[in-house]
């Protein structure tokens, strides 16, 4: 028999070697952090929503081994429907082998209508239709009358005061006329999938804009595992798009660049002349000397880590909203001394006060702070200025006193070809200092990237006493580490405009 089920049907539509991909050599299924996150938030949000109309039932089941009870929640959203239940959440249905769980299902006076809750803030996105519609395929099948069809987003204006109120949270947008329009192609989507699912080969399917769209594909590793190293894909700053109209032009290699292919510039043209054969490192001095010169003494060296709750856990916070809690600061004098100062709050309390009182303690104002792509350390201070109106010209002027030290590197004044066309400092810190163990992310416990920092700040709530300090002190050593490179960087800038030409 054929098994598909809607997050299939959606992996399909998307590219049809993926959910043949996922059954045969799941293997080879690569989920990063941020996909992990996004999954990780939908649960946590599908939770949220089952309160949204009043008083539920849930079908969700589990069998002793902890996997999912899909006969039972089956037999209970039956019962469930018999008994006319006024909202089922997880009302569960398989018709031939087809399928799908449908978030809320909330009686109607035309039936029932389906609510899919996303954790996205926005309803547009046509992945949503397609999910909706193999839903609604499914249920009619099974002789559920299916009335309107709803998306249940967040919204992301919506100020917490303390209470969370579930109808300003979310928004809710019918979609039955997308979904209507939708509806009459999942039959055929269906039989092509089935013909699909039951090769023994893995099916043709060459790299396309699918591969990144509408999600980067967990698979993109293995399909594109025959290109040269590096490939057109790895360009800097190019998108994918064009990357695949070079790629479907034969333009694949940097060689195929260079000959004329395609016609890089700037950074681009560095990037490939220097991945072919190795020149060293190159050096505009007269432009790093410009940028050093913008730099005046003492300099404070910043760097923010911050969670970002789906659901909003301080009063004043929007879902979604960057918190900062936590920051390194290294300060360097004109006489080389280097001090260090830290801050880390706690979960169980808003810690925006508290940092932002920190840091206009740590940092005077009008003084030169340096940051590693310094948007996102000026936002968050623009915040907290915003926040806190008593401290709103000190943090400002730190912010407005930011010097960036990306820029050499994006502006093109210093490249070797370690750094691979990424300029990020996780790419840059070992390009210039490749030997140095004391710059090795990899050697920190615990914590070794902002994505698993946000994730272990809100556990810390949970921790026993012993567990929780050596999360804290983790993420201090993290955190430290991030200003220290910079302070590293800086160094390696002023050390070579100092070289004889």
């Not at 350390?377 to 008593?390: Q, W």
């Not at 992310?441 to 921790?463: I, T």
């Not at 006493?465 to 050593?477: Q, S, T, V």
Request: glycine letters at 6%; one cysteine or more.
């Amino acid at each position: 028999m054929f098994y598909f089920s809607k997050s299939k049907y959606c992996d399909f539509k998307q590219c049809p070697k993926i959910p043949w991909l996922k059954k045969y050599r799941p293997e080879l299924y690569a989920v990063d952090a941020a996909t992990q996150a996004r999954f990780d938030a939908g649960n946590e949000v599908g939770d949220l929503a089952m309160g949204l109309f009043g008083d539920y039932v849930e079908v969700t089941s589990f069998k002793r081994s902890g996997t999912l009870d899909l006969n039972r929640m089956k037999a209970l959203t039956r019962q469930y429907l018999a008994e006319g239940r006024e909202n089922i959440c997880e009302a569960s249905f398989d018709y031939n082998g087809l399928y799908c769980a449908v978030d809320i299902l909330r009686k109607s006076q035309h039936g029932y209508d389906i609510y899919e809750v996303k954790s996205s803030t926005s309803p547009d996105n046509h992945v949503y239709i397609l999910d909706t519609s193999y839903q609604k395929y499914v249920l009619e099948k099974c002789g559920v009358e299916v009335g309107r069809v709803f998306l249940v987003t967040i919204d992301s204006s919506y100020l917490f005061d303390g209470t969370l109120d579930l109808h300003r949270f979310f928004r809710i947008t019918d979609v039955t006329d997308l979904v209507s329009q939708e509806i009459g192609g999942v039959e055929e989507s269906l039989r092509e999938a089935e013909k699909v699912m039951s090769l023994r080969d893995e099916p043709p399917a060459d790299l396309s804009e699918a591969c990144d769209k509408p999600y980067p594909c967990a698979f993109f590793g293995y399909c594109s595992r025959n290109l040269p190293k590096p490939s057109v894909f790895d360009l800097y700053r190019l998108s994918f798009r064009k990357k695949i109209d070079l790629y479907r032009e034969g333009v694949v290699s940097f060689e195929d660049v260079l000959n004329g292919g395609y016609a890089p510039d700037g950074i681009r043209r560095r990037q490939v002349e220097f991945a072919l054969a190795e020149k060293g490192t190159y050096l505009d001095r007269d432009g790093i000397a410009a940028f050093l010169k913008t730099l005046p003494y003492p300099l404070y060296f910043l760097d923010f880590e911050t969670v970002q709750p789906v659901i909003p856990q301080y009063v004043g916070t929007r879902p979604y909203q960057q918190i900062p809690v936590q920051y390194s600061l290294h300060i360097l004098r004109e006489n080389g001394s280097l001090e260090h100062r830290e801050f880390l709050g706690r979960p169980e309390e808003d810690p925006r006060r508290a940092i932002a009182e920190r840091l206009v303690g740590d940092i005077p104002a009008d003084v030169c702070v340096l940051a590693y792509n310094k948007s996102f350390e000026c936002s968050r201070l623009k915040e907290l200025a915003e926040a806190f109106p008593d401290l709103e010209a000190h943090l400002s002027s730190i912010a407005d006193n930011i010097k960036d030290l990306l820029d050499p590197f994006r502006n093109g004044c210093y490249y070797n070809r370690a750094m691979g066309g990424s300029f990020s400092i996780k790419s840059v810190l070992p390009a210039i200092f490749p030997d140095d163990p004391s710059l090795d992310y990899h050697s920190l416990e615990g914590v070794h990237n902002g994505g698993e920092a946000m994730d272990l700040f809100p556990r810390l709530k949970d921790m026993p006493k012993e567990e929780r300090e050596k999360a804290e002190h983790d993420l201090l050593k993290y955190c430290e580490l991030d200003t220290f490179a910079l302070v590293k960087v800086y160094g390696e800038l002023k050390r070579v405009t100092e070289l004889p030409e």
